[in-house]
């Protein structure tokens, strides 16, 4: 059964917004990479995540495959508390006999006053709990909605499904608030649901930025857990797929604008004797403007 657990979590210190005009948001997606079963190096890789974060001042951060073991808790709680921010963990599938869960997760440097975890219908499997989720963000200057989604990469007619439920959900949730949606779509920019999302209205902010799509998966960062029959992709410039998404909602006129993007946790680093990456993920950062 899917649990949503909302925690409002105090910093030992304030968390203080750069400088920068009023109504701008810089919100970034990132897939954590939970490489169930083996869980290697949770704790080091989320090491990499606290300072990016916080260097690239980022107001609200989307995951995906936050995790939940009996060797590291909960890794969605864990960032938020270590950033000092509030969060929203929404748990998906998981097994209580090894204490694994998998969720989505929003962490947010201003407060969250409303959270909804919504199921899609279209499912791989009914092991499988693709899902897609929504909090409500409120800064002293706005309120919007931030949603999080993890669509299957199964088949192309599935992930089509599931696109169209999760823009029946931003249509039915949103309000009269502009509406951000990120997260791992797992689908490539001329599939169809990354068209009918553009249709629909959604704007691709790292596309808009850069005029051009770029690759944001997948580097094997654990050979050793891949199955061998699976392709294996090495250093930075083999990554062939954009599937990890910021997009700006549909919105009358002159709501909102996006303003750049970038793509982060982009290389590995050396920490003590194992040079590590944060995910087989890039983030996808992107600076927003709300009128």
Known sequence: MCRVLLAFLSALSPVYASA??????????FNLFHDFPYYSHIEERLDLVVPAVSSHDIDVLAVQEGSETLAFDNSVEQLARRLGYSHAYFRLEGMDSIYFF?????????????????????????LEKRSAARAVIRSADHSFSVYVAHLSGE?????????????????????????????DLNAQPDWSSIRLLKREGFIDADETAQGRDRPTCCVCIFPEHKNPRDSCPGPDDSLKDKIDYVFLGPHPAGRAAVLSSSLILDRAIRTGDVELRASDHLGVMALLKLF
């Open 20 to 29: 920068r005009e009023p109504g701008q948001y810089r919100v970034a997606t």
């Open 102 to 126: 998998n969720g989505l997760g929003i962490i947010s440097r201003f407060p969250i006053v409303d959270t909804e975890l919504y199921q899609f219908q279209a499912q791989a499997s009914e």
């Open 155 to 183: 088949s192309r007619e599935l992930n089509l499904a599931q696109a169209q439920e999760l823009i029946r959900f931003v249509e039915r949730s949103r309000g009269n608030r502009p509406a951000v949606l990120m997260g």
